[in-house]
């Protein structure tokens, strides 16, 4: 029997419209992600060009994806405002509850196969220029 996690990853691909709003979008939303305990990832990934950006985000469960939702509500607008998307898919086990309140985006689902996660033990600080870097600790 395949044992399926409990967590569910939805991954935004974007054009951005204005950088200088996506810049501070960032920074903000992802200092309120990170206080979130049920959000497991929040990664923003932009192009060299700085026109194209993926937002990776991993939450625990559908209560944490519920607290995600709340968190749209505050930076929703601005996010519209200074990107314009191209493609949401959702990974792993996404519930009917959550494809509820995610109806109106327009996700495709996948389920996971197989595979496995390791991540280093790290640690997040922030830098000087207000961006998240990772730091891997020995």
């Not at 996690?5 to 054009?15: G, I, Q, R």
């Not at 937002?55 to 314009?84: K, P, R, S």
């Amino acid at each position: 029997m395949k044992v399926q996690p409990k967590h569910m990853t939805a991954y935004v691909e974007l054009e951005i419209t204005d950088y200088k709003k996506f810049e501070q979008l960032v920074e903000d939303w992802s200092i309120t992600e990170q206080g979130c305990s049920g959000t497991l990832m929040f990664e923003w990934y932009i192009s060299d060009c700085k026109t194209k950006a993926t937002l990776i985000e991993t939450f625990a469960d559908e209560e944490a994806q519920a607290v995600h939702m709340e968190n749209i509500e505050t930076y929703g607008e601005t996010f519209m405002a200074c990107t314009n998307p191209q493609k949401f898919t959702y990974l792993g086990a996404v519930t009917d509850v959550v494809k509820e309140r995610v109806a109106a985006f327009g996700f495709t689902y996948q389920v996971m196969q197989g595979g496995f996660r390791k991540l280093p033990k790290a640690a997040w600080i922030q830098s000087s220029s207000a961006t998240f870097d990772l730091k891997l600790r020995s």
